[in-house]
């Protein structure tokens, strides 16, 4: 397996009123062939930024990605012009977005819509391209899929329409999946139906994934490795198990203590104290520290790199310097 998406020191910001708010402040992470790899933190970190960067759907004005690289198969997707750009998107790389019915076009029905995404990416006449949709659907395991495919977005359920945008973005059987709060909005027992279509479609495709969410349930379940973002930068990343079982960021730390345990009694959760900074006034130094219960000398001074705690567990912060940084 080599790796097919690689992104270093990305940077995206938006300017607004006279301010530059950085959304993205840096990021780095690779993701394997056939492997999910999680990107989880607080509404607001730079997860769905992170997203939209990569496929080069930034809003401009007011963003505009300043700096970095974004490797996709060797290419670096900054460097393509928008054709080139186009022709990915779809095809090699899709996404699911947090909210279906904002995605599919209401005035279309469901087939129409997705029949033009494999006819434009698979040259496929209409006639199969409508045969590949009822296919696609069935795999899903939507009922009376032929049905479902003259139906508009509004008719569906909110589970259903989830369903269709899965069966969409893989119809081209992309190399990359991102997932963007594949299950938000959605009852439990739809989550986790969603959750296992998304894997049965991922080891049937042999698809990988990049899957943004805010529940660590769902990072537990899915995931083979995990970063953890903080004000626009990734503070730790490690292999799913090992980051659950010793977690190293104080940030993460303190996120896993505020979830509730059915084996501890508690009458309170735990909590960590402040709050997360203003992205157009970032605080110097690691950007956690006003908040940390650890602190010392360096963490106002200067932004610590991420520091290699275990072989593949990466942690930003100073507890950990006296080990190796990762180059």
Known sequence: MGTLL???????????AGRVIRALDGVSFQIEEGEVFGLVGETGCGKSVTALSILRLIPFPPGKIIGGEIHFKGKDLLHLDED???????????????????SLNPVFRIGDQMVEVIVLHQ??????????????????????????????????????????????????????????????????????????????????????????????????????RVAVMYAGSIVEEAGVEEIFESPGHPYTQGLWGAIPRVDQERETLSVIPGMVPDLSQLPPGCKFHPRCPYRFAPCDQSTPPLFQISPGHLASC?????????G
């Open 318 to 326: 100073y507890l950990y310097s006296k080990g190796e940084t990762d």
């Open 123 to 224: 040259r496929l006449d209409r006639s199969r391209a409508s045969r590949k949709v009822l296919e696609m659907l069935q795999r899903v395991h939507i009922p009376d899929a032929d049905r479902v495919m003259n139906q508009y977005p509004h008719q569906l359920s909110g589970g259903m329409r989830q369903r269709v945008m899965i069966a969409m973005e893989l119809s081209c059987h992309p190399l990359l999946l991102i997932a963007d709060e594949p299950t938000t909005a959605l009852d439990v027992t739809i989550q986790a139906q969603i959750l296992r279509i998304i894997k049965e479609m991922k080891n049937e495709l042999q698809t990988s994934i990049l899957l943004i969410t805010h529940d660590l349930g769902v990072i537990a379940e899915m995931c083979d």
């Open 84 to 102: 080139e750009m186009r022709s990915i998107r779809g095809k090699e790389i899709s996404m699911i977005f947090q909210e279906p019915m904002t």
């Open 6 to 16: 690689r992104i270093k020191n990305l940077k995206t910001h938006f300017f607004s």
